[in-house]
C-alpha cells in the first residue's frame, strides 16, 4: 500500500478539489498488495477516519478496504469489528449486497450481542444507550396520539414489553445523562397502556 496516495487524497479533501480526490483514492485502493496490508491499515486509520454528515466514511474506502476486515472479524466474533459495524451502520444499511453479507444484523441486535460478550466494556454501553435513547426518542415523538414501533402505533401489549427494558436502560444510564428521559418515557409508557 502506498499511504502517500491516502495522504494526498486527504489534502484534496480539505481543499474540494474532487477530481484530484477521486483520483488519489482510486489510486489508494489499488496500491494495496493483500488483504494483510489491508487489516493494518483499517486497524490503524478507521479510528482516525472522519464521518461525513450522514454519519458514513467514503464508500470506496468501505467497500474495498474496510468492509473486507470487519467481515472476517464479524464471521469470527471480534468485537472490536462488531463494534465498528454497529458504527458504521450507515454504510451497511446504504448497501444492500454488502449488508446482506452480515445477514442484515441491526446495530440494535448487534450491541446487544456485543453486551453480552462484554457487559462491563464502557464503549459497548455507551453505544448500546444512544442506540436504545435514538429510539426512545423516534417512538414517542408522535405523542399524544401514540408510540410508534417501526412507522406504525403500537399494542398496549407491545408497550407492556417497552416498559420491561426501563431496568435495563436505568443501568446503561450509568452516568444519569438520560434519566429524565428515561423517567419520561417510562411514564409516557405506562399512560398509554392504562388508556
Known sequence: MNIEYFNEYL???QLGIKSKEKEYLNNFIKSFENYNEKVLWTMEYLPKLKFNHHNRIRNELFEEIVF??????YNNRNIKSMIWIVKLNQNFTQNEK???KIN???NLSLIMECYKMEPDNSEIIDLYLEIIIEKILYRIH???DGILIGNRLAEKDECKKLLEEIPLLNKLDRNNEYNELIMEYE???NE???R
Open 142 to 144: 408522535e405523542w399524544p
Open 68 to 73: 473486507p476486515v470487519l467481515l472476517e472479524g
Open 98 to 100: 454488502l449488508w446482506k
Open 187 to 189: 411514564n409516557i409508557l
Open 192 to 194: 398509554y397502556i392504562n
Open 11 to 13: 489534502k484534496y479533501e
Open 104 to 106: 442484515y444484523v441491526s
